[in-house]
């Protein structure tokens, strides 16, 4: 997307982060990360929401610098 | 001894510093695309609705892919350039 | 000095096999297992092989790099191969290389897909693939070391290491080597690379991002239309990726059914339309929560039943193994095309 003139944070779990990093030095990007607990597949609602609330807080700390 | 490298390659041509669009966190068109995996729409639209406390929502919009399995489609990428300054992407998995 | 990684030849001083294997597992290159040591003398040999084969090769991902003919011809070394199975090793790359095959999916993803490679035409014979007996096994120099090849291509020029950017949950044993010729001797329909337009005498290297071959055991059934039922049952699996990723998927059927299904009548396109009607899966047998998903991405069922695929044409029919009363299934990976190439001479 940054390739288009749109600033975009990805949101990927501590565990895919090396991915979302290889990938980017491979495109030559510097990504801007949103990392959160592993997994996100199969929480339930309960689970879902820590990660809604640390993503959440990370794109604030982030947009808001 | 003299070996060939295996990994050797040329690097492909790219990685030109785009400038970006300005954006406004705060009040600007934002979209949310998610990859298609399970609970990467649930992510997202709780964070939506999270940032609902401190901004206005509804120029906040949900994107997604057909495959999970498959690269975003051009025509996704540009329309989200075409009426949006800020992205957020999930990679649920 | 320049780093080894930008580094095309390389100087390890003396060095036996052994250490060798060891510099080379350092280095992230091996699939764990022993590797042939790539000089240059060897890969030279190898080169020669393609040298009427000019097409440049387009930037490989994820890694992005664009490889030459002498990085690729290492890892086939590395591999074992002979140098007469460069041709085939370069045609399978390109292969994956089409970008409807998706390689960047393909290597990244948590599924256990593995490039499945198969031969046809002449070239089967020449080189020794196996195209009966324990095809899909061991025993075979040209099966093991083509598909090794380019699996290692895929680890070095691609840059799929595993856990970094191959992030298959539990792999799969086909990632080591899945390759094997079609039977076209005991093919009572068309050879698979005629189907898709190549002529007879073509020799063709085709690839499809799948898992490893689901065995269709049925020795019970005497009529074509009994070991459709048992095929179209081992298809529906609603733990593949056939239902949401709708892609293409390989039924390779054992010469001994290929038989019965031709002697009752059944082509190529009457079997896929057959597999086609009786391969979906009942919603009964999927999760809420996966149907929810399903339906929500642009799945929905048809009634009471999800389809696999998209339609009767991504069922691919051919034929390879020896005697016994067994087929095979491979499901893909599904964002990928199954991609054909012609072999150079």
Known sequence: MEKRGITAYVIATETFKPLVLAQAKARKVEPRLIVVKHPIGGLNAEELRERIEAATRGLTEATTK | MRIVNPTFGVAAAGGDKVALKPINWATDAIALMSNSKPNARELLDGIRAKLGATRAVDNIDFHYKNSASQPAPKDLIEKVAANYRGALLAIAD | ?345
């Open chain 3, 1 to 345: 000095m320049k780093d080894i990684a930008e580094q095309e030849v390389i100087d390890i001083g003396d060095m036996d096999v052994e250490a060798f294997n060891e510099f080379a597992a350092e280095q992230g290159w091996s699939d764990g297992m022993p590797l042939y040591v790539p000089t240059e003398e060897k890969v030279a040999k190898f080169v020669e092989r393609v040298r009427g084969d000019n097409r440049p090769f387009p930037p490989v991902p994820p890694r992005q790099v664009v490889p030459t003919l002498q990085s690729l011809a290492a890892n086939a070394v590395m591999a074992g191969c002979k140098p007469e199975y460069f041709p085939v090793v370069t045609a399978a790359m390109r292969g994956v290389l089409d970008p409807d095959y998706n390689l960047h999916g393909t290597l990244a993803t948590t599924h256990s897909c593995a490039p499945m490679v198969m031969i046809s035409g002449p070239a089967r014979m020449e080189l020794g693939v196996n195209c009966g007996s324990n095809c899909f096994g061991q025993g075979w120099r040209a099966n093991a070391t083509i598909g090794r090849a380019l699996g290692l291509m895929l680890l070095n020029v691609a840059g799929a290491k595993p856990g970094e950017m191959d992030r298959s949950t539990q792999g799969n044993p086909a990632k080591f080597t899945f390759c094997f010729g079609e039977n076209e001797e005991e093919n009572p329909w068309t050879p698979y690379h005629v189907q898709r337009g190549f002529a007879p005498t073509d020799s063709v290297v085709t690839v499809m991002s799948g898992e490893g071959p689901h065995n269709l055991n049925d020795h019970g059934s005497t009529t074509g239309d009994g070991l459709l039922t048992t095929f179209a049952g081992g298809m529906a699996n609603p733990g593949a990726n056939t239902i949401y990723g709708k892609g293409p998927m390989f039924v390779i059927i054992g010469p001994e059914h290929a038989a019965t299904l031709k002697r009752d009548g059944y082509t190529i396109e009457s079997i896929r339309e057959e597999l086609w009607k009786r391969s979906r899966v009942h919603i009964s047998r999927v999760s809420k929560e996966n149907l929810e998903t399903y339906t929500t991405t642009g799945h929905k069922p048809d009634g009471d039943w999800l389809t696999i695929g998209r339609d009767p044409s991504d069922i691919h029919i051919t034929v390879a193994g020896g005697p016994g009363k067994h087929s095979a299934f491979v499901p893909s990976f599904g964002g990928t095309t199954v991609a054909c190439v012609r072999i150079a001479t």
